[in-house]
């Protein structure tokens, strides 16, 4: 079995790549700059990238299994697409696709927009595939703002409720996804999984866990996306600053909710629990 992982460089592929050649599979992993990429013994780093259609039509030749992850970028929608395509084509039975939680009902930001088109097309096409549709992942909580750095916590996330994601937890769902579908003797029917911990959070509530993991106060920022955005435009275009305020704002009036069954499936390909939001927050802290 030889997997391909898109978006290999990143927090999740990077994460995927591990879970998989830990398990003993091959890795192909696809990266723009092959020459300067470092990844485990065991993987193959590839050129290319998804709207390089001839670059993917050579990654893909001869692979058991893809990994998708799209990078949140303003033609995201077509490389996706064009991707699905090559992969139909090649007839490869073996499929996750990385979504994002309510990606059919969020439909104003752009990013869960073309995720909503991905999903659609993997339908209507028949491809035999996982979806998996993590929630607000954990780690932005480190790598954006560290609460721990100046007492505030400054995600935007709401008092609706928010459902968490663990990257690493997403990463070992869709290896033992990927290896459970390229093991079985046919294939195997599609299915969309929410990949969140069950606990309902507010940004009042997850503030209050880093006070307590840390032992010093941490205070909720508030609500003001204006404010939010012009922060995010310091170190993303405006266009993608934009996307996260849309994303948080439907964070702020919807909320999440998991679909029934969703706990028991995680714990069923994970043999344990999804990783707390308050696991993950004395982890970082210590």
Do not use: C
């Amino acid at each position: 079995m030889t997997v391909l992982v898109t978006g290999a460089t990143g927090t999740v592929g990077r994460d995927v790549v591990t879970q998989l050649t830990a398990r003993g599979v091959p890795v192909r992993a696809l990266t723009r700059s092959p020459e300067s990429a470092e990844f485990p013994v065991g993987v193959t780093p590839v050129a290319g990238e998804l709207l390089d259609t001839e670059a993917m039509r050579a990654a893909l030749s001869g692979v058991d299994g893809v990994f998708l992850l799209s990078p949140v970028a303003a033609d995201e929608l077509t490389g996706t697409l064009n991707t699905l395509d090559l992969v139909r084509t090649a007839g490869i039975r073996g499929l996750v696709y990385l979504s994002v939680i309510h990606a059919d009902a969020f439909t104003d930001p752009p990013h869960f927009a073309a995720k909503a088109a991905a999903e659609r097309m993997i339908a209507e096409a028949g491809l035999p595939a996982t979806i998996l549709r993590p929630g607000y992942y954990m780690q932005n909580d480190t790598q954006w703002h560290s609460p721990l750095e100046h007492g505030v916590f400054v995600s935007p996330v709401g008092n609706r409720a928010v459902l968490a994601t663990d990257t690493r937890d997403l990463a070992e769902v869709a290896a033992v996804s990927l290896i459970e579908r390229m093991r079985a003797e046919h294939a195997l029917p599609s299915e969309t999984l929410d990949v969140v911990t069950p606990e309902s959070l507010t940004g009042a509530a997850m503030a209050a866990v880093w006070s307590e993991v840390s032992g010093r106060p941490v205070a909720y920022a508030g609500d003001d996306l204006d404010t939010f955005e012009q922060q995010m435009r310091r170190f993303l275009p405006a266009w993608n600053a934009h996307d996260m305020r849309l994303m948080f704002r439907r964070f702020q009036t919807d909320g999440m909710t998991a679909a029934p069954g969703t706990d028991r499936r995680l714990r069923q390909l994970l043999g344990r629990p999804m990783r707390t939001y308050r696991e993950f927050a004395a982890q970082a802290a210590g």
